[in-house]
Nanobody
Framework: QIQLVESGGGSVQSGGSLRLSCTVS????????MGWFRQAPGKEREPVSSIEDDGRTTYADSVKGRFTISQDKDKNTVILLMNNLKPEDTAMYYC???????????????????WGQGTQVTVSS
């Protein structure tokens, strides 16, 4: 069974930085992608950034130039480095892994989808 554990959320002032980490455990196979999604109160969950196993990445327009996604395959970890944070970045951030996955306009999607429990990011002005 795949499990995802996130860490790194917190509260920062506008312009600050945070580093989110997501570590995957469990057996898996085939192609995959991993991604970060976020959900603010009263809003739908939206894709933030995703990465395929071959390293290809996607970003939401609202975070391009500020966020960077990367992966450490040896540690089964995906990192989201968030710089120049803005109050509108405030949300619960969720890590997702999709086996037999691919990148789309909706971020990381696939045949088998797994989610982390979420980590809160709060940016104050």
């Amino acid at each position: 069974q795949i499990q995802l554990v996130e860490s790194g959320g917190g509260s920062v002032q506008s312009g600050g930085s945070l580093r989110l980490s997501c570590t995957v455990s469990g057996s898996y196979y085939g192609t995959y992608c991993m991604g970060w999604f976020r959900q603010a109160p009263g809003k739908e969950r939206e894709p933030v950034s995703s990465i395929e196993d071959d390293g290809r990445t996607t970003y939401a327009d609202s975070v391009k130039g500020r966020f960077t996604i990367s992966q450490d395959k040896d540690k089964n970890t995906v990192i989201l480095l968030m710089n120049n944070l803005k109050p509108e970045d405030t949300a619960m951030y969720y890590c997702k892994r999709a086996d037999l996955g691919y990148l789309s306009n909706g971020g990381c999607q696939g045949r088998y989808n797994y989610w982390g429990q979420g980590t809160q990011v709060t940016v104050s002005s």
